[in-house]
T-cell receptor
Framework: GQNIDQPTEMTATEGAIVQINCTYQ??????LFWYQQHAGEAPTFLSY????GLEEKGRFSSFLSRSKGYSYLLLKELQMKDSASYLCAVRVDNYGQNFVFGPGTRLSVLP | DAGITQSPRHKVTETGTPVTLRCHQTENHRYMYWYRQDPGHGLRLIHYSYGVKDTDKGEVSDGYSVSRSKTEDFLLTLESATSSQTSVYFCAISEPLGQGNAFFGQGTRLTVV
């Protein structure tokens, strides 16, 4: 089976740094994705990791450890507009391009 | 932004009636997906397509069927709607080249009463 775990909710203060963790156990692995989803909207792509290590993109960074089945998304200099759900997804095979999504982490940024 | 359009955006239907949701893309991406999103479950794959007339079942396919007669269109049909199918439905597309990340449509909120 496929299992992806994330914390359900997190709260942080504007200007702070927050780390959202994701652990996965899947039948295959061909990349890990992070998506942002504002309430009532579609998910939008944030980051992609396929090799171990850190990928940095502006205020957002994502880390992957394939041996531990672990990833995190790091958000720096939090802004109110970062209040959203963050979805961790694993692409489990290359042929079917099947994505398995975690339940999402709802982040609230407080002033 | 990827060109993906879902229709309708909102629909209320009665139990037992058939319902068809449409996904249209202008990106010529090979893969198309239908997901449903429910509180506590995240996005769950219903069906996907890897080419015209090539489709396969996902994790929660019971009660749903799909068709893809053209590259740009992927239809999801609820054969006989039930209250458990009340959900938000998202269409997504991806292309196997490069990262191959998925792009999502704006979603369809379906209520079965």
């Amino acid at each position: 089976g496929q299992n992806i775990d994330q914390p359900t909710e997190m709260t942080a203060t504007e200007g702070a740094i927050v780390q959202i963790n994701c652990t996965y156990q899947t039948s295959g692995f061909n990349g890990l994705f992070w998506y942002q989803q504002h309430a009532g909207e579609a998910p939008t792509f944030l980051s992609y990791n396929v090799l171990d290590g850190l990928e940095e993109k502006g205020r957002f960074s994502s880390f992957l450890s394939r041996s531990k089945g672990y990833s995190y998304l790091l958000l720096k200099e939090l802004q109110m507009k970062d209040s959203a759900s963050y979805l961790c997804a694993v692409r489990v095979d290359n042929y079917g391009q099947n994505f398995v999504f975690g339940p999402g982490t709802r982040l609230s940024v407080l002033p | 932004d990827a060109g993906i359009t879902q229709s309708p955006r909102h629909k209320v239907t009665e139990t037992g009636t058939p319902v068809t949701l449409r996904c249209h893309q202008t990106e010529n991406h090979r893969y198309m997906y239908w997901y449903r999103q429910d509180p506590g479950h995240g996005l769950r794959l219903i069906h996907y397509s890897y080419g015209v007339k090539d489709t396969d079942k996902g994790e929660v396919s019971d009660g749903y069927s799909v068709s893809r007669s053209k590259t740009e269109d992927f239809l999801l049909t609820l054969e006989s709607a039930t209250s458990s199918q009340t959900s938000v439905y998202f269409c997504a597309i991806s292309e196997p080249l490069g990262q191959g990340n998925a792009f999502f449509g704006q979603g369809t909120r379906l209520t079965v009463v």
